[in-house]
Nanobody, 124 residues
């Protein structure tokens, strides 16, 4: 049984930083492409960033490019999202997701496993 557990969310002031982590268990971590999504109240779930199985390639949504960095540590079965220069509009529940084909995919429907989410709140 594959499990994804996010951590690192919280309350931060605008302009600040947070680092989210997601630990994966139940299957070989390096078999997955890993991504981060977020969902704000009343809005659709949005793709943020994805990293390949080996970590050698990434892709970002325009809304976070240059501010957020996705990375993975296959030895520790974790994927992280470093978030800098946070804005109030970044407030959302953040989810990590795993995709078995290993392809860089921005569509949430293509992801096989999801974490429970972690709340990020950015105050003005």
């Amino acid at each position: 049984q594959v499990q994804l557990v996010e951590s690192g969310g919280g309350l931060v002031q605008a302009g600040g930083s947070l680092r989210l982590s997601c630990e994966v268990s139940g299957r070989t971590f390096s078999s997955f492409a890993m991504a981060w999504f977020r969902q704000a109240p009343g809005k659709e779930r949005d793709f943020l960033a994805v990293v390949t199985r080996s970590g050698d390639s990434t892709y970002y949504a325009d809304s976070v490019k240059g501010r957020f960095t996705i990375s993975r540590d296959n030895a520790k079965n974790t994927v992280s999202l470093q978030m800098n220069s946070l804005k109030p509009e970044d407030t959302a529940v953040y989810y990590c997701a795993a995709e078995s084909s290993g392809i860089l995919n921005i569509r949430g429907l293509r992801y096989d496993y999801w974490g429970q989410g972690t709340q990020v709140t950015v105050s003005t």
